[in-house]
């Protein structure tokens, strides 16, 4: 499968008290057509960050771009100007976020809203677009999308206004949907339907999504693959079966058993000790040491992200010593 | 000794046609709900934003009047307790907030904030206050030295641990918990229900918990209330409910839960629309203008609530 969007080696850079330090570390990721892949992690994970570096969204000032790749279709959205980056934005690759109130603009009609991407990118006239975007409605399922066209966001409920951002943002049909917890913010009943309705558009539409969350439950409904993340860098990927099966990276494991499930009787809860380290006091070995019930000395020295032993054929990697593929670590170094 | 008792409990607000006009209309947040906690026990509420569960605790603690109903803590009636009753009332039931980061007072050290309660009750003398105030805090597992600091000093975790340590620290009888673990990430998360797991265990602490979360139900209730539109739609022991929903409302929640199985995922029934207005709801059963198997009396009347199972209650006329 060729990938449509490969992050390599992308490595973000936030200034904190005059000093640069790595919001993200060497983040690899690859997206093909017709996938989904969840990027899961606690808050200050870096997974936002991620996305909000592959769309070039960071702050003129205080962040940066220190390494690293962004390829789409051969193209390296790191090195675009702001004006370039602008043209693919929103028309190849769109964004949807977590808050959907603070991301409309109050002041204008939904239809209006929706409208105006594809004015912008495809030079439609209002009338047309306004027409495509009553289409559009109707595909996220909004009922009653004639009426609803002309209404504010006030006027929609939060599921409903969710439905509306991700109709702007497939309006120029994108190849690539970033979606930043869309879910988080909407009640369980809600956020089941949002997530079929995402999964059924891009099957329909043939797109690679990003789904970044917090929820490990929403991952085991929605993805394909998954990657997660701790303290700025990716710790483990594999299928998503393989890796609620066979959690290899520590944290992974942890993150399982803490998690108070509805569909279990689980009489105590394993917490992880301690909490995320901040950007500035990040271990200098194994991000996850110090909060780790597995640690060695070893562990002392930054681990890479590679295979996995028992992995068979599959493309599953964590990043930790303990686990890795002893005899092929030998020659692959 | 027979803990909280809440009976028929009702609270409507007014919004609107106040002096800047627009009509006059009553939100009804509580319509009907009766539950009990007996000492020792935790009862879950459980239900989507706007269903009440939040205005029902506060109204429970009479952190807001109550319209209609009966609320009794150990046989006092709690709406028509005296000032002085109240305030030894209140010593027993305490509150914690969702947010930590709001709940505490930013501008007051975790000392100030743990000794008020005891201030404001007038028990004991400041060295005695000192005392208890730094029990707490080693028992809600923080270090010493985070007494003379101020909230902005710790993460989202510790703060909650601040705000357990203020609800203990007058040795309630009854914690109301709001919300407890929502603002945060799954492995602090974790360590919180630990925390109030041991607490409740060694002072025999009874729970009203409300949540939007079926896991952390599951995990931390005896016995849960599912609510909907102001109604409690099904209640009984939770492990039942969560294994065997009866009320089309909770079987749609407990499906639409996400469960970390990918072996497992569900497609629960695709249900049109969201929770309505509570300051419009519709006629009859409150959720059959979005229930699968809504049938011609839903829209008329609402249903009784009927024991189908010892200790288990649905409010639906399929049952």
């Not at chain 1, 047309?128 to 009922?143: H, T, W």
């Amino acid at each position: 499968m060729t990938a449509l969007l490969d992050i390599r080696g992308l490595t973000t850079e936030f200034r904190v008290n005059g000093h640069w330090h790595a919001a993200i570390q060497d983040v690899n990721l690859s997206l093909a057509a017709n996938e989904t892949l969840a990027v899961v992690g606690e808050s200050g994970s870096g997974k936002s960050v991620t996305a909000l570096s592959a769309l070039r969204l960071l702050p003129q000032a205080g962040a940066r771009i220190a390494r690293g790749e962004i390829l789409f279709e051969g193209r390296d959205l790191a090195k675009l100007s702001q004006r370039q980056m602008a043209k693919v934005r929103g028309d190849e690759i769109a964004m949807i976020f977590q808050e959907p109130m603070t991301s409309l603009n109050p002041t204008m009609t939904v239809g209006d809203q929706i409208a105006e991407v594809l004015m912008i990118h495809r030079g439609m006239s209002h009338g047309a677009a306004l027409k495509e975007a009553r289409d559009l409605l109707d595909e996220v399922r909004v009922p009653d999308p004639g009426r609803r066209i002309t209404e504010y966001p006030h006027q929609f409920s939060g599921g409903m206004r969710q439905r509306a951002m991700i109709a702007i943002a497939l309006a120029c049909r994108p190849k690539v949907l970033l979606a930043d917890e869309p879910t988080t913010a909407l009640d369980v009943t809600v956020q089941h339907q949002v997530l079929t309705l995402l999964d059924d558009l891009k099957r329909e539409r043939g797109m690679g999504v990003i789904f970044i969350t917090h929820n490990l439950g929403v991952v085991a409904q929605i993805a394909d693959r998954v990657a997660v993340m701790y303290a700025g860098e990716i710790v483990e990927t594999a299928d998503c079966t393989r890796l609620f099966a066979n959690p290899a990276h520590p944290y992974t494991e942890a993150l399982l058993r803490a998690m108070p499930r509805v569909d279990r009787r689980a009489d105590t809860l394993e917490p992880i000790p301690g909490s995320v380290p901040s950007i500035t006091a990040r271990p200098a070995g194994c991000h996850f040491a110090p909060r780790c019930g597995y640690v060695r000395p070893e562990c002392g020295h930054h681990p890479a992200l590679g295979p996995i032993s028992g992995a068979g054929g599959s493309d599953h990697q964590a990043r930790c010593i303990l686990r890795a593929k002893a005899e092929e670590a030998a020659w692959t170094v | 000794m027979d803990g909280l008792k809440v009976e028929g409990l009702k609270k409507h607000f007014t919004i609107g046609g106040g002096f800047l006009g627009g009509k006059a209309r009553k939100v009804r947040a509580v319509e009907n709900v009766s539950l009990s906690v007996a000492p020792g026990s935790s009862v879950g509420l459980v239900g989507e934003s706007g269903c009440g569960k939040s205005t029902a605790s506060r109204t429970i603690l009479r952190l807001e009047e109550p319209t209609a109903g009966r609320v009794t803590f150990d046989g006092i009636d709690v709406a028509s307790a005296s000032p002085a009753e109240m305030r030894r009332l209140r010593q027993r039931m305490q509150f914690i907030f969702q947010d930590p980061y709001a709940s505490l007072n930013s501008r007051r050290s975790i000392r100030k904030t743990l000794e008020e309660p005891l201030k404001v009750h007038g028990i004991g003398d400041p060295a005695e206050r000192r005392a208890r105030a730094e029990a707490i805090l080693s028992e809600v597992g923080l270090p010493r030295d985070a007494m003379e600091r101020f909230p902005h000093e710790f993460s989202g975790g510790q703060r909650q641990r601040i705000g357990i340590a203020r609800a203990l620290v007058l040795q309630p009888d009854l914690v109301v918990a709001d919300e407890p673990v929502s603002a945060l990430d799954v492995s602090v998360q974790a360590q919180i229900l630990r925390l109030l797991d041991d607490l409740r265990e060694k002072r025999t602490l009874s729970f009203l918990f409300v949540s939007h979360d079926l896991g952390v139900i599951r995990h931390f209730c005896d016995t849960t209330c599912v609510m909907y539109l102001g109604h409690v739609v099904e209640s009984g022991p939770t492990q039942e409910i969560m294994d065997d929903p009866a009320h089309p409302y909770t079987v749609l929640l407990r499906q639409s839960s996400p469960i970390p199985d990918p072996a497992n995922r569900v497609d629960p029934p695709r249900i049109a629309g969201e929770i309505p207005s509570p300051a419009n709801p519709p006629s009859g059963c409150p959720f059959h203008t979005r229930c699968p198997r809504a049938i011609a009396e839903c829209r008329e009347s609402m249903p009784a609530t009927k024991e189908i199972a010892p200790g288990r209650q649905v409010a639906c006329h399929l049952f």
